[in-house]
């Protein structure tokens, strides 16, 4: 058999190995390869050395090449698009878990607000109680003041009417000095007529007594 240039999706027809181990054998040079001037790779490989049957075969080889790389390529395409499903499937499911987890989160936050927010109601109502209690009590202080307020501005009237009095019987008391020094210098005038009138003469008995009333 003799060696000839085929391409790779015919020579991989001719060794009935897929492209894959083609291009490991290759790789491995197990396989001499080229580039033609039009940029397509050929592979040498074994070939029959009857020309028609190698051009009627390497036909043949190159339809089967052909279709088998079309297989090929939409088996790749598909495990391609397997692994991009599966990444875009555990990228969604790892979403739909920190969507769960944030739901479970906000729903135990929200459960703790409710709590707090409840206490805060509860706490607020004892407060308005309290201050309502205050308020009364502050409103029964106001009326005692007022109360005491009244009673004050009544005992200084009191005091005033008490005050008044007191000047008015100062003033009596002080007529009554004067009236007591006026009857006392009046007395006393009296008693010294009395003794200049005894040293003239001896007064009687009556007048004697009189003298000693009035020096009592």
Do not use: C, F
């Amino acid at each position: 058999m003799a060696k000839t240039w085929l391409s790779r999706e015919a020579a991989a027809a001719a060794l009935g190995v897929s492209i894959r181990q083609l291009q490991r054998r290759i790789a491995s040079g197990r396989l001499e390869s080229r580039l033609t001037a039009d940029g397509r790779r050929e592979v040498l490989v074994d070939a029959p050395e009857d020309d028609a049957g190698v051009t009627g075969d390497t036909r043949a080889l190159v339809l089967a090449g052909s279709h088998r790389q079309l297989a090929e390529r939409i088996a790749d395409h598909a495990e391609v698009e397997t692994r991009r499903a599966r990444r875009i499937g555990a990228v969604a499911w790892s979403v739909v878990a920190i969507m769960l987890v944030a739901i479970i989160v906000g729903v135990t936050y929200g459960t703790r607000l409710h709590a707090q927010n409840e206490a805060l109601t509860t706490r607020l109502g004892a407060v308005t109680r309290r201050a309502g209690d205050i308020e009364g009590h502050l409103s029964a202080t106001r009326r005692r003041l007022e109360d005491a307020t009244v009673d004050l501005r009544v005992a200084e009237a009191r005091n005033a009417d008490l005050a008044t009095k007191a000047a008015q019987a100062a003033i009596q008391a002080e007529q009554l000095r004067t009236a007591l020094a006026t009857a006392e210098a009046r007395n006393a005038a009296q008693a010294a007529a009395l003794v200049l009138s005894s040293a003239s003469s001896e007064p009687p008995a009556a007048d004697q007594q009189q003298l000693a009333q009035i020096a009592e």
